[in-house]
């Protein structure tokens, strides 16, 4: 679950839960045992690849590839990605200057990412329970994402509703 509290988000359940799906579509959420806070771009459950410094993001060039059920690369790359919600280093640093953040702290990381919710719109769409539209508005900034189109593995935009359901989002008719 996400550290940023309930009241700090208006008291929107709907606001924490996509939070919540945004770290289950990264990947991240069930490595390690800070909830995906301290999780490098490649980790697996298995192979977890942990930072425990949270003053600064851990900046670590990490070279990935993705592969296809059959074995073929789907994608490859390298990321600097990190923590819950895989923020690059560059977007960390500006983000963390522009909000005046004091760390790379697990409030600081949800900080930002409700800040990209709300670059593209999909803050009050979340907020309003239009969870479809608001995971169409965050595709921009969430590779993972469904549709966004980078090449990356994306995932099923049904699984990620049962999962906001799941944790306590609120589904309106859209």
Not at 8 to 32: K, M, P, Y
Not at 94 to 117: E, H, N, T
Not at 125 to 149: D, E, I, V
């Amino acid at each position: 679950m996400a550290a940023i509290t309930f009241e700090s988000v208006g008291g929107s359940q709907n606001i924490i839960a996509g939070l919540d799906v945004i770290a289950r579509s990264e990947g991240t959420w069930n490595i390690g045992d800070e909830q995906g806070y301290n999780v490098i771009v490649g980790s697996t459950k298995d192979k977890p690849n942990l930072f425990t410094d949270y003053r600064a993001h851990p900046n670590k060039l990490i070279h990935v590839v993705q592969r296809k059920p059959d074995g073929s690369i789907r994608w490859e790359g390298d990321s600097t990605a990190a923590g819950r919600y895989q923020i690059l280093y560059r977007y960390a640093v500006a983000y963390m200057k522009s909000l005046k953040l004091p760390d790379f702290g697990k409030i600081s990381q949800d900080r930002i990412a409700l800040q990209l919710f709300r670059e593209c719109g999909a803050y009050e769409l979340l907020r309003a329970g239009k969870f479809y539209a608001a995971m169409t508005a965050a595709k921009s900034r969430w590779a993972s994402l469904p549709g966004a189109g980078y090449g990356q593995h994306e995932q099923a935009i049904e699984t990620l509703a049962a999962f906001y359901k799941a944790a306590g989002g609120v589904l309106v008719k859209e």
